[in-house]
């Protein structure tokens, strides 16, 4: 798995052209920091929707909780955020693809300078 770093997108300006500083998605997975405001960038470049899925570690009452799985269709892309509920015991999310050819990946956030 490859550490995507963080990029701020500082509030006063909102400016950040996210999908040219995205990278390629990992095949084995990537993993990145979580918290309030951060967020995972995913543009799916491919002829094929895929989906992200972001581990949850977490139990609530000695049940799992449940791996959300999100849907890029075809030439889209998505916004899905990073909570805390996706720690792990790195401190980072663990993210898989489903497929990850011409699909390009960043995590950031919103800086508060």
């Given at each position: 798995?490859?550490?995507?770093?963080?990029?701020?997108?500082?509030?006063?300006?909102?400016?950040?052209?996210?999908?040219?500083?995205?990278?390629?998605?990992s095949a084995g997975g990537d993993t990145?920091?979580?918290?309030?405001?951060?967020?995972?960038?995913?543009?799916?470049?491919?002829?094929?929707?895929?989906?992200?899925?972001?581990?949850?570690?977490?139990?609530?009452?000695?049940?799992?909780?449940?791996?959300?799985?999100?849907?890029?269709?075809?030439?889209?892309?998505?916004?899905?955020?990073l909570a805390g509920v996706?720690?792990?015991?790195?401190?980072?999310?663990?993210?898989?693809?489903?497929?990850?050819?011409?699909?390009?990946?960043?995590?950031?956030?919103?800086?508060?300078?």
């Amino acid at each position: 798995m490859a550490d995507l770093s963080l990029a701020p997108v500082p509030v006063a300006t909102g400016v950040l052209d996210i999908a040219a500083a995205a990278v390629a998605a990992s095949a084995g997975g990537d993993t990145a920091p979580v918290g309030p405001g951060r967020l995972l960038y995913v543009n799916n470049g491919s002829g094929a929707g895929i989906t992200v899925t972001l581990a949850t570690p977490g139990q609530v009452s000695g049940i799992a909780i449940a791996d959300p799985v999100y849907a890029v269709p075809a030439g889209k892309h998505a916004i899905i955020p990073l909570a805390g509920v996706f720690r792990g015991a790195n401190g980072r999310a663990a993210i898989t693809y489903s497929a990850v050819t011409t699909v390009t990946v960043r995590a950031f956030e919103l800086a508060t300078g």
